[in-house]
C-alpha cells in the first residue's frame, strides 16, 4: 500500500462524509442535506391539496362524461369547468413541486463531463473545510481525504478506504476513458486494480456484490494465466474423503462442491473399499489430443496427405518437428478423418505432469509449418477442429481415449455390503445392470453408463485446480458390478478412458489447489520420473468415482437416497420452517 493509501485524516464528528453506497446513489450527511420532514402545517396544506385534486378531477371526469353522451362539444365550457380546470393545473403544479424536491435529492450519480467537474468542487470544499487548511496542514501536502466504503459491499477491513486518487480512476473507468482490462498494467498493483474494478462495476451496473469477498487472495499469481478482470474470488467448501486405500496406499481424496451428501456418500464407499482390502488401478494409456483441420482443393490432395501422416517411414520425421518446443511433449501417434477435401488430423502426445494442451498444441504447430513446405495448397482452418475432442462428449475420446486412461477396481465383501453399504451384493449387480447398463442405452448415453461419475471427477477437479470444463470428457465412466466368490462377494470397478489432468500450470499453482494436491503428495511436476504425479492423480480420481459409484447405488437400492439428502441438505428443517 502506497503513502498516500496509508495517509489518513480524522475530522471532528460533526463533519460530513461522502458515503460511496452500493445502489450508487449520493447521499450527504448533515442538516442542509437531509430530506425536509413535513410539519403539521404543511401536513394539513397536503392534506387539503390532495382533496381539492381528486375533488376537481372527478368533476372533470363527470362532466366530460355528460358532454359524450350527450354531443356536447368539449371546448365549449362553463363557469364552473373553466374554475375547476384552474384550481386542478394550480394543485397538480403545486404537488409535482412537492415531490419533485424528494426525487432531486436521491438522483443517482451523472456520468455526464459537467456533474462529475460538479462533484469534484465539492470534494475540494469538503478536503478544505475537514482539514482546516492554513491552521495545521499545508494545501499541497499528500494528505488525501478519504471517503468511506460500506465495508459489507465488500468485504474489505475497516481500515481499507476510498482514497481521491482511486474515486478518479473509478470515474475514469466508468466514463470509458480507461479500459478496465488495463487497470493492473497501469496501476503495477493486482489487489487495487481488482478494487478500482469492482466499486466502477458497481457504479456502472448499479448492483452490489455484497457478500463476494475480495481481500484475502492473491491476484498476481492469476495475472496472465488463470482469470482477466478479477473482481473478486468465490468461496466453495472443501472436505476430504478419506483415507482412500488404493494401490496399498492412503489418500485422503479434498472434494469442493456444494451439493450436500456428496462429500459422506464418497466417504462412505471410501470406508467400504478399505475395509475390503483396497482398490487396485492400472493407467492403461496417456496422451493429450489436439486435431487441425486443413482444407485442399480435391479431396484426392487431401488423401494424399492422410497416407503420408499415416505411412509410418515418416512418423520420426514428424516426430522430430513436433518434439523441439518442448522437454515432455511427446509425438505418440496420428489419426486421420476426411471428410471431402478437408482433412482432420489427431496428434496424441505425452505431456510430462501438465494437463498439455497448450504443449500439444505448440507441437502441432510445428507440424504444420513442416508439411506447408510439402504442401503448399494445404489451407490451415483452425488448430482445432473438434476431431480431439476438447470439452465436448465425443464417441472419438470414448474409444480412443485422451488424456490418462484408467481402470480401477476393488472386490468388496459380503459382510461390508451388509454392515457399510446396508444392502446385498444380487442387489447391487442386479441395479447397475438395469441402472448403469441398460437405462443409459436406452437414453442413448455417450460415456454415461455410470450412476454419477461427474459428480466426484468435478469436485476433485475443482479442489485441485483442474479445468472444470474437461469434466465433461473426463466423466466418461462405465461402471461394472458382478458377483464373485461363489456369489457372495462383490467385484466393482469403473473404466475411464479420457481423465485430463495435470499437476503443474493453470489453477494448480494456486494456493488453495496447491494444498490440495500437496495433502494428495502429487503437486508440481515429478522430480524422479516426469508424468508421474499427473499419472497419480488421475488414479485417485478414478478411485474417488469408484467410491462414489459404491455408495450412491447402494442408496439407491436400499431406498436411502432421498432420506440421505433430506438429511444432509436439511430439506426437512426448511419444510418444516415454511409449514
Known amino acids: 500500500m502506497d503513502a498516500r493509501r496509508q495517509s489518513s485524516l480524522k475530522p471532528h464528528p460533526s463533519d460530513q462524509q ?49 358532454k359524450i353522451r350527450d354531443s356536447t362539444p368539449l371546448h365549449v365550457v362553463t363557469i364552473s369547468e373553466m374554475a375547476a380546470i384552474m384550481v386542478f393545473v394550480a394543485s397538480s403544479i403545486y404537488l409535482l413541486g412537492f415531490f419533485g424536491i424528494s426525487f432531486v ?43 468511506v466504503i460500506n465495508k459489507d459491499l465488500v468485504n474489505l477491513p475497516k481500515e481499507t478506504t476510498v482514497t481521491e486518487e482511486d474515486a478518479a480512476l473509478i470515474q475514469e473507468v466508468v466514463s470509458g476513458k480507461i479500459p478496465s482490462y488495463s487497470l493492473e498494467s497501469k496501476l503495477g498493483n493486482c489487489q487495487r486494480a ?25 491476484y498476481q499469481s492469476i495475472l496472465g494465466q488463470c482469470c482477466e478482470m478479477p473482481v473478486g474470488y468465490v468461496q466453495i467448501p472443501v472436505g476430504i474423503a478419506g483415507p482412500m486405500l488404493l494401490d496399498g496406499k492412503e489418500f485422503w481424496v479434498p472434494m469442493a462442491t456444494t451439493e450436500g451428501c456428496l462429500v459422506a456418500s464418497t466417504n462412505r464407499g471410501c470406508k467400504a473399499i478399505y475395509v475390503s482390502g483396497g482398490a487396485t488401478s492400472v493407467l492403461l494409456k496417456d496422451g493429450m489430443t489436439r486435431a487441425p483441420v486443413v482444407r485442399f482443393g480435391t479431396a484426392k490432395r487431401a488423401a494424399e496427405l492422410k497416407f503420408f501422416l499415416e505411412e509410418p517411414l515418416n512418423f520420426d520425421t514428424l516426430a522430430s518437428a513436433f518434439n523441439k518446443s518442448s522437454r ?30 497448450n504443449m500439444v498444441s505448440k507441437g502441432v504447430q510445428n507440424v504444420l509449418d513442416y508439411l506447408q513446405l510439402d504442401f503448399p495448397d494445404m489451407d490451415v482452418l483452425g488448430i482445432s477442429g ?8 465425443a464417441a472419438v475420446n470414448w474409444i480412443e481415449g485422451r488424456g490418462k486412461s484408467v481402470v480401477c477396481e476393488a472386490i468388496i465383501k459380503e459382510e461390508v455390503v451388509k454392515k457399510v453399504l446396508k444392502t446385498t451384493v444380487a442387489s447391487l449387480v442386479e441395479l447397475n445392470m438395469l441402472k448403469n447398463l441398460t437405462g443409459s442405452a436406452m437414453a442413448g448415453a455417450l460415456g ?19 479445468d472444470p470444463a474437461q469434466n465433461i470428457e473426463s466423466s466418461h465412466c462405465i461402471t461394472m458390478m ?32 496447491s494444498a490440495c494436491l500437496n495433502l494428495l503428495g502429487v503437486k508440481g511436476a515429478n522430480k524422479e520420473s516426469a508424468g508421474m504425479n499427473a499419472r497419480q492423480l488421475a488414479k485417485v480420481v478414478a478411485a474417488s468415482v469408484l467410491a462414489g459409484e459404491l455408495s450412491l447405488m447402494s442408496a439407491i437400492a436400499a431406498g436411502q437416497l432421498v ?17
Open 563 to 579: 432420506k440421505s439428502h433430506m438429511k444432509y441438505n436439511r430439506s426437512s428443517k426448511d419444510i418444516a420452517a415454511k409449514a
Open 105 to 147: 435529492q436521491t438522483v443517482p450519480f451523472s456520468d455526464d463531463d459537467e456533474e462529475e467537474e460538479k462533484e469534484e468542487e465539492i470534494l475540494r470544499k469538503e478536503d478544505t473545510r475537514v482539514t482546516s487548511c492554513g491552521a495545521a496542514l499545508d494545501c499541497e501536502s499528500d494528505v488525501v481525504v478519504k471517503h
Open 482 to 513: 458382478e458377483a464373485v466368490n461363489e456369489g457372495k462377494d462383490l467385484h466393482v470397478s469403473v473404466t475411464m478412458p479420457s481423465i485430463e489432468v495435470g499437476t503443474v500450470g493453470g489453477g494448480t499453482q494456486l494456493s488453495s489447489q
Open 18 to 66: 461522502l458515503v460511496f453506497k452500493p445502489n450508487n446513489k449520493k447521499m450527504v450527511a448533515g442538516s442542509n442535506a437531509s430530506n425536509p420532514l413535513p410539519t403539521n402545517s404543511m401536513a394539513i396544506s397536503n392534506g387539503i391539496f390532495f382533496t381539492v385534486f381528486f375533488s376537481v378531477t372527478y368533476f372533470l371526469l363527470i362532466r366530460w362524461r355528460e
Open 448 to 466: 454415461g453408463f455410470n450412476a454419477h461419475a461427474s459428480n466426484i471427477v468435478s469436485a476433485v477437479y475443482i479442489a485441485t485446480g483442474q
Open 328 to 357: 515432455f511433449g511427446r509425438l505418440q501417434r496420428i489419426q486421420c478423418a476426411i471428410a471431402g477435401k478437408n482433412l482432420y488430423i489427431r496428434f496424441s502426445c505425452s505431456t510430462g505432469d501438465a494437463m498439455g494442451m
Open 194 to 218: 481488482a478494487f478500482v474494478r469492482r466499486m466502477a462495476l458497481e457504479r456502472l451496473t448499479g448492483k452490489s456484490l455484497e457478500g463476494l469477498p475480495l481481500e484475502g487472495f492473491d
Open 386 to 393: 473438434n476431431y480431439c475432442s476438447d470439452k465436448k462428449p
